[in-house]
């Protein structure tokens, strides 16, 4: 039974080799995947006339029954058959008798674990897409009711521009948009078969590869045996797209952690969804995008793991390969529970529409539509910079004594009948002007709704055709 006890088939392995060995403590996880494979693989076997139209019966009835079993938690799988793979086909053996021994005909667990991955993979691609449009679904909706709301924009961290809510919400909308779509582009890389590669040459037996593909909903096969057992490409990818992702999902937990402080007080902590002190009475703490925000490092180190692995790997299978699960599976759970964490405590966010608005007051950040202006009186655009410059250094950071200097400045350079504009520099006139795709003005900002409305609806279509594929494995 044991594949590696080529040199004396009936000693077992001694528990030490096969403790540092097996992988079904982890591997477990790819039953379903592994079961759903080898049904595809037994009609590819029937339709090449390998197996007699009864064992094809015999050996589904008892990977479906097998099935039931591991999902109602009746197996416990034996570390010493090493891996999910020979533990189903060890069950498989079992139950049927013979029949079960022909499961394994044309196929090597290189081809399977790569099939296994796989259909893993688009599954958990799929899922986290599901979750990502989650989060998306709350920023457009808090966005929507934020389009009043004026804040600082910042550069550097330091007051720059004023913004609006809404505008700084979509930001990163658009954010998981691209990385939606990075995890669509990848999802199909992924969702091609590789079995009839066999352990790295293929296989003598007439398998036709592309109805087993078709049966588990994937599209299409691969090109090349060696390459199939061998790369682990797509899932470098998966955790890459996850990986940025985590990041993106850090640095608006960022903003959650700091806007949630005294120093900022632009939002109020869901008390729920928060913390306590041990010690000190009075605290309330921003734990999950806190935890969010920390496990983007563990998304990082997951990444840089699988690719160190594949690293001057020579062709083709190499044992190391086993080594992407654990990894792969960490930056996957990671991104599914910060995605709905942060869904969760985002929804129950109040933000401090007041607060915003003074803050956004500070720091005059109006001074750049000084300087526009100047500049549409024919002043150059640098000389206008230069003379502002020289008020807000005349104004010392205060706010009232800059727009004291600049409507001076500004009445100086009217035209003849034109009449003084005293809130020229006001934060909503400076918003308003910023009517420009993409710009934050509330007519810019309602069309920005309108292309992540539709962009939402896309992802929704992607997301149907990908659960129609992974459906497919309960199916089976
Ligand atoms: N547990 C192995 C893995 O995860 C399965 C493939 C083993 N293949 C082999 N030739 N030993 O990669």
Redesign the pocket.
Known sequence: MK?RSKRNPVQPANDAFLNFTA?IHF?ARLWKYDIAGSIAHVHGLAAAGVVTANEQKLMIGGLKAIAEEIKEGKVAFDPKL??I?MNIESLLRSKIGGAGAKLHTGRS??DQ?ALDMRLYVREALSDVVTDAVGLQEVLLKKAKGSTTVILPGLTHMQHAQPIILSHHLLAHFWRLQRDIARIVDCYHRTNISPLGSGALAGTSFKIDRNLVADRLGMDGITENSMDAVSDRDFVAEAAFTLALLQIHLSSLSEELVLWSSKEFGYIELPKQLASGSSMMPQKLNPDIPELVRGKSGRAVGDLVAILTLLKSLPLA?N?D??ED?ESLFDVIDTAGASLHALKTFLAEVEFDEVRMRKSAEAGLTTATDLADLLTTRGVPFRDAHAIVKGLAIEADGDDQRFLALANDLISKKLKRGESPETDYLSIDKAVERRNIDGGTSRSAVMKQIGQAESALQATKESLFEMEKDVSVIDAL
């Open positions: 594949a992988s591997d090493e891996d793979h667990r290189n674990v299978y044992r390969l086993q699960k």
